[in-house]
């Protein structure tokens, strides 16, 4: 299982699994044994349909976007790297995806609301559904490319870090 793929594609592995998790957590996060159980799962099942050499097949799963909705087991703390100012924009980044989430939804409800009016504003419908469709482009931007841009650089750092002190060849 990889986070790298880049990585794990040069050194020529005969079959992968990549996951956009971050580094140290490729089978889901500390003391959530459901979401662990059901990655494995789908990572085993996944290896077995593979056939040709080099090949990396990526899972459908997001950090922090988990389809099992679990509290955690585990009471200690992560072990592995922590990066506070990361955490806080996936916070922040959560935080504006629920937000876009909700603008959307009034954004529908004045939709319904300008199509079961007996008066219609000429081009009010049209405007709104084109909202609709720029707050949804703009949801996928920050809850799958922002969320993996940032992804990316805490796995890129955590990386170095562990290079640095040496649990990491």
Not at 75 to 82: K, L, T, W, Y
Not at 102 to 120: D, F, G, Q, V
Not at 126 to 155: F, K
């Amino acid at each position: 299982m990889t986070v790298q793929p880049h990585i794990t594609a040069s050194v020529g592995v005969p079959r992968a699994i990549y996951i956009r998790f971050p580094a140290g957590n490729q089978i889901g996060e500390a003391g959530k044994p459901q979401q662990q159980r059901a990655i494995l799962t789908v990572a085993l099942e996944a290896i077995h349909h593979i056939s040709s050499p080099g090949t990396i097949v990526e899972l459908p799963y997001r950090w922090r976007r988990f389809p099992i909705a679990e509290e955690p087991v585990f009471i200690g703390a992560s072990q592995g790297p922590r990066h506070p100012q990361a955490e806080a924009i996936g916070q922040r980044l959560d935080a504006a995806v629920r937000q876009a989430r909700e603008y959307r939804a009034w954004l529908e409800e004045r939709l319904a609301e300008a199509e079961a009016s007996p008066t219609p504003i000429r081009g009010l419908n049209n405007a709104l559904r084109t909202q609709i469709g720029r707050v949804d482009h703009l949801i996928e931007v920050l809850d799958s490319q922002g969320l993996d841009a940032l992804r990316e650089v805490v796995n890129s750092i955590a990386t170095l870090e562990l290079r640095a002190s040496g649990r990491f060849v």
